[in-house]
């Protein structure tokens, strides 16, 4: 094809002022783009689109109209350029929005741990960056060397052209997307008690609904997590001088504190572990393992995690229908005593579900959270805590005593998320269309294969966790119990999840492992589990057992409620179910198993 022999004569001329609207528009599409592609990742794009996009445009709008001239507006979206490439990075990567739990885990994280977690990205950040900073300084400089301003009122000119109306528009916006949210609707973990501080009121509630947006959710995002840091530091405060006045035993030397671990399993039922008996192979490690004694009659008094996991840690009695309670947990008693402690989880920090537990998590020593999304994403799996629990074992070999907390995601919704690909023994484990879900009865074979496979990682984890312990050569013991069971559409019944009130929600599994070494020191404490692994079983014995094994004494201390003693006692097991009952008195009827008095 032969050219226009004045082609060459041709000049391109682009006037500064469409140079700047070029540059702006590129500007808000970094803006889009993390909003763009949840919506493209999400598995219901219509819900995306109302969380996240049209908030998007939505606050975009309201930036870009406030100012007359429009390099203002630029420089603010410019101050949010360099963390909307982050967040695009973190959806494709994620598939969800970041969250008030990853600025925690940021703000928690130190210079090294940001290294390695960023390791392998710096060419992909350092080139986005160029990029970035190169747009965001073209826009501004252009923007303002031209003189662009644009009118509150346009004439003759498009609807979008006039700043009232993109203005209006944005306010019509967020009208719409408000309509229907400022009811308030209790979440459906969050059991039908009395509201207290830890709770979200009806607008943090509406405000939530704008989180997942970019950048319109970001300060609700920075919002909750001053609210939920306040509502931590007043329970931590109120608790400032409170003391338990725990000691070491007598007879027990500075090279004789053992390395306890605690291991809180989330969502497991006992009868699907191998273990209990269950015909499928679902722990092959721990049903072979020597030193290792489940308790076969244990049980939670609460079937959510927010309730439960502090009845395990402090002396709440469970009856106490706030998650808040007016003592410290067993991790302060650790501390009294000498002992460095640990909290390592890999669920969320802050939230309504995990405040309370965060406020006994923050009473160790070193708290780290490794997971950098929710309980609802894939995030990461529970083998992340391996290392970190390796490292402490070596660098605490010389220790006078070392307690670990391991808080895992275990088997909690969506199964599916909680194994690699190399632990899909049960298969199918997905249904053939759509994704998993817990309230399509149809799905029955592939949620309890799915629910199996995470049963079979925690078995790798656990037995992964105790080989860390055995290799250590310290007296070492580990304790593992679950915070809640859960209910799989059992024996043609039409429940599932957990907080159904049935037998199924509180059983537990519970076990305890322990070293070479530390039966030479404590072979009465063994005995003694042996002896009551039989034996009606709650999760309040945790508190007293746990500090009986690392053998700490205070001036109340109660062996009877202690499951490592000889002188432990089985005491009348209350749950939330019915409004509150015993567990071992209840009813039960036939096709759920749903108690009643």
């Given at each position: 094809?032969?050219?226009?022999?004045?082609?060459?004569?041709?000049?391109?001329?682009i006037?500064?002022?469409?140079?700047?609207?070029?540059?702006?528009?590129?500007l808000?599409?970094?803006?889009?783009?993390?909003n763009?592609?949840y919506?493209?990742?999400?598995?219901?794009?219509?819900?995306?689109?109302?969380?996240?996009?049209?908030?998007?445009?939505?606050?975009?709008?309201?930036?870009?109209?406030?100012?007359?001239?429009?390099?203002?507006?630029?420089?603010?979206?410019?101050?949010?350029?360099?963390?909307?490439?982050f967040?695009?990075?973190?959806?494709?990567?994620?598939?969800?929005?970041?969250?008030?739990?990853?600025?925690?885990?940021?703000?928690?994280?130190?210079?090294?741990?940001?290294?390695?977690?960023?390791?392998?990205?710096?060419?992909?950040?350092?080139?986005?960056?160029?990029?970035?900073?190169?747009?965001?300084?073209?826009?501004?400089?252009?923007?303002?060397?031209?003189?662009?301003?644009?009118?509150w009122?346009?004439?003759?000119?498009?609807?979008?052209?006039?700043?009232?109306?993109?203005?209006?528009?944005?306010?019509?916006?967020?009208?719409?997307?408000?309509?229907?949210?400022?009811?308030?609707?209790?979440?459906?973990?969050?059991?039908?008690?009395?509201?207290?501080?830890?709770?979200?009121?009806?607008?943090?509630d509406?405000?939530?609904?704008?989180?997942?947006?970019?950048?319109?959710?970001?300060?609700?995002?920075?919002?909750?997590?001053w609210?939920?840091?306040?509502?931590?530091?007043?329970?931590?405060?109120?608790?400032?001088?409170?003391r338990?006045?725990?000691?070491?035993?007598?007879?027990?030397?500075?090279?004789?504190?053992?390395?306890?671990?605690?291991?809180?399993?989330?969502?497991?039922?006992?009868?699907?572990?191998?273990?209990?008996?269950?015909?499928?192979?679902?722990?092959?490690?721990?049903?072979?393992?020597?030193?290792?004694?489940?308790?076969?009659?244990?049980?939670?008094?609460?079937?959510?995690?927010?309730?439960?996991?502090?009845?395990?840690?402090?002396?709440?009695?469970?009856?106490?229908?706030?998650?808040?309670?007016?003592?410290?947990?067993?991790?302060?008693?650790?501390?009294?005593?000498g002992?460095?402690?640990?909290?390592?989880?890999?669920?969320?920090?802050?939230?309504?579900?995990?405040?309370?537990?965060?406020?006994?998590?923050?009473?160790?020593?070193i708290?780290?959270f490794?997971?950098?999304?929710?309980?609802?994403?894939?995030?990461?799996n529970?083998?992340?805590?391996?290392?970190?629990?390796?490292?402490?074992?070596k660098?605490?070999?010389?220790?006078?005593?070392?307690?670990?907390?391991?808080?895992?995601?275990?088997?909690?919704?969506?199964?599916?998320?909680?194994?690699?690909?190399?632990?899909?023994?049960?298969?199918?484990?997905?249904?053939?269309?759509?994704?998993?879900?817990?309230?399509?009865?149809?799905?029955?074979?592939?949620?309890?294969?799915?629910?199996?496979?995470s049963?079979?990682?925690?078995?790798?984890?656990?037995?992964?966790?105790?080989?860390?312990?055995?290799?250590?050569?310290?007296p070492?013991?580990?304790?593992?119990?679950?915070?809640?069971?859960?209910?799989?559409?059992?024996?043609?019944?039409?429940?599932?999840?957990?907080?159904?009130?049935?037998?199924?929600?509180?059983?537990?599994?519970?076990?305890?492992?322990?070293?070479?070494?530390?039966?030479?020191?404590?072979?009465e404490?063994?005995?003694?589990?042996?002896?009551?692994?039989?034996?009606?079983?709650?999760?309040?014995?945790?508190?007293h057992?746990?500090?009986?094994?690392?053998?700490?004494?205070?001036?109340?201390?109660?062996?009877?409620?202690?499951?490592?003693?000889?002188?432990?006692?089985?005491?009348?097991?209350?749950?939330?179910a019915?409004?509150?009952?015993?567990?071992?008195?209840?009813?039960?009827?036939?096709?759920?198993?749903?108690?009643?008095?």
């Amino acid at each position: 094809m032969k050219l226009p022999a004045d082609f060459a004569k041709i000049k391109f001329h682009i006037s500064q002022t469409t140079l700047a609207k070029l540059c702006f528009g590129a500007l808000l599409a970094i803006q889009l783009t993390p909003n763009l592609l949840y919506v493209f990742s999400s598995e219901n794009h219509v819900t995306a689109i109302l969380e996240s996009l049209l908030p998007a445009l939505v606050g975009i709008g309201l930036i870009t109209s406030l100012f007359a001239r429009l390099w203002f507006s630029a420089l603010i979206l410019s101050l949010l350029a360099l963390p909307a490439v982050f967040e695009s990075w973190y959806v494709i990567n994620f598939g969800k929005t970041s969250d008030a739990h990853l600025l925690e885990i940021i703000l928690e994280s130190d210079i090294a741990e940001t290294k390695a977690y960023l390791s392998g990205l710096w060419l992909p950040i350092t080139l986005s960056t160029i990029f970035t900073v190169t747009i965001c300084v073209l826009a501004i400089i252009t923007l303002r060397n031209s003189g662009f301003k644009w009118s509150w009122q346009a004439k003759h000119h498009a609807l979008w052209q006039s700043r009232s109306n993109v203005f209006l528009f944005s306010i019509a916006g967020l009208m719409l997307l408000n309509a229907g949210l400022l009811i308030p609707q209790t979440p459906s973990e969050i059991p039908p008690t009395e509201y207290d501080d830890l709770l979200q009121d009806s607008i943090a509630d509406t405000l939530s609904t704008y989180a997942s947006s970019w950048p319109t959710g970001l300060p609700v995002r920075v919002l909750s997590v001053w609210r939920d840091e306040a509502t931590l530091h007043h329970a931590r405060s109120r608790l400032k001088d409170f003391r338990f006045n725990a000691v070491p035993h007598q007879s027990t030397t500075d090279q004789e504190r053992p390395l306890i671990v605690l291991v809180i399993g989330e969502t497991s039922r006992p009868d699907r572990w191998q273990l209990y008996g269950y015909e499928r192979e679902t722990t092959p490690h721990l049903a072979n393992m020597d030193n290792l004694i489940p308790f076969k009659n244990a049980i939670t008094p609460w079937a959510w995690t927010r309730m439960s996991v502090p009845i395990m840690l402090s002396r709440k009695p469970p009856q106490l229908r706030s998650p808040v309670f007016n003592e410290r947990s067993f991790i302060s008693a650790f501390n009294e005593a000498g002992f460095k402690s640990y909290w390592l989880s890999n669920q969320n920090v802050l939230g309504l579900h995990e405040s309370p537990t965060s406020i006994y998590a923050h009473e160790a020593k070193i708290v780290r959270f490794f997971n950098p999304a929710s309980y609802k994403e894939a995030g990461t799996n529970d083998d992340i805590l391996l290392s970190p629990l390796a490292n402490i074992a070596k660098v605490e070999a010389n220790s006078t005593g070392t307690l670990v907390v391991l808080h895992t995601l275990g088997s909690h919704f969506n199964y599916n998320h909680r194994y690699p690909e190399s632990f899909q023994k049960f298969i199918p484990d997905r249904p053939k269309m759509g994704v998993l879900s817990l309230h399509d009865k149809q799905q029955k074979i592939a949620l309890d294969n799915a629910y199996d496979n995470s049963i079979l990682f925690t078995d790798h984890v656990l037995n992964e966790a105790i080989t860390i312990l055995k290799n250590s050569g310290r007296p070492a013991a580990l304790i593992y119990v679950s915070d809640h069971g859960e209910n799989l559409f059992d024996t043609g019944c039409k429940l599932s999840g957990h907080g159904q009130e049935t037998e199924r929600d509180f059983r537990v599994p519970m076990l305890f492992w322990w070293s070479p070494e530390f039966a030479q020191q404590h072979p009465e404490k063994i005995m003694a589990a042996t002896k009551n692994a039989s034996k009606p079983v709650s999760t309040e014995s945790i508190f007293h057992s746990i500090l009986d094994l690392a053998a700490i004494t205070m001036p109340d201390s109660d062996e009877s409620r202690s499951i490592f003693s000889e002188n432990y006692s089985t005491k009348s097991r209350w749950v939330y179910a019915g409004g509150g009952m015993d567990f071992d008195k209840a009813q039960k009827d036939a096709t759920c198993q749903k108690l009643h008095k």
